[in-house]
Nanobody, 120 residues
Framework: QVQLVESGGGLVQAGGSLRLSCAAS????????MGWYRQAPGKQREAVAS???????NYADSVKGRFTISIDNGKKTVYLQMNSLKPEDTAVYYC??????????????WGQGTQVTVSS
């Protein structure tokens, strides 16, 4: 059973920083990519940033230059460093992992979400 456990959310003032972590555990044969999504009240879930296990990254335009995603393959952990936070970054942030079984079958898992609130 694969689990993703997120941490690092909280309340911060505009302009501040937070670092989110997401650790994958369980029977994991391989990691293709890991990423972060967010969902604000009344809005659809949107992609924020992603990285392959090889370090190729992708960012939403709204966070480019402010957020940095990184991965520690040995720890099976992905991080999201969020700087210059804005009130519009307020959302529940979800971790997603694109994994690979020993039979080369790809599958996805989600974390439970962590709340990020940015006050103005």
């Amino acid at each position: 059973q694969v689990q993703l456990v997120e941490s690092g959310g909280g309340l911060v003032q505009a302009g501040g920083s937070l670092r989110l972590s997401c650790a994958a555990s369980g029977s994991i044969f391989g990691i293709n990519a890991m990423g972060w999504y967010r969902q604000a009240p009344g809005k659809q879930r949107e992609a924020v940033a992603s990285t392959t296990s090889g370090g190729r990254t992708n960012y939403a335009d709204s966070v480019k230059g402010r957020f940095t995603i990184s991965i520690d393959n040995g720890k099976k952990t992905v991080y999201l460093q969020m700087n210059s936070l804005k009130p519009e970054d307020t959302a529940v942030y979800y971790c997603n992992a694109d994994l690979r079984s020993k039979y080369s079958v790809n599958y996805s898992r989600w974390g439970q979400g962590t709340q990020v609130t940015v006050s103005s």
